[in-house]
């Protein structure tokens, strides 16, 4: 029986009614979600990188919170 594969996340939310690059954003949720994959071990992994967001909707919509998931393949 093969075990599922390991994963690791991360998520950042920026300050309120600031203006940051979404590139900034999503470099932050990698920063937290490579922390999280410290709990893997020591090695090299392949992983797949999968980015998601939570959006605002209002006038003008934002990103509320940048999300990274790691998953090991």
Known sequence: MESEPRTAYGAW???PDKSI???DGFEKAMELAL???GKWGPGSYGAVVECGARIDV???????EYRIKLTEN
């Open 13 to 15: 939310e920026p300050e």
């Open 35 to 37: 922390k999280d994959a």
């Open 58 to 64: 209002k006038n003008p919509g934002s990103i509320g």
């Open 21 to 23: 690059s979404h590139s």
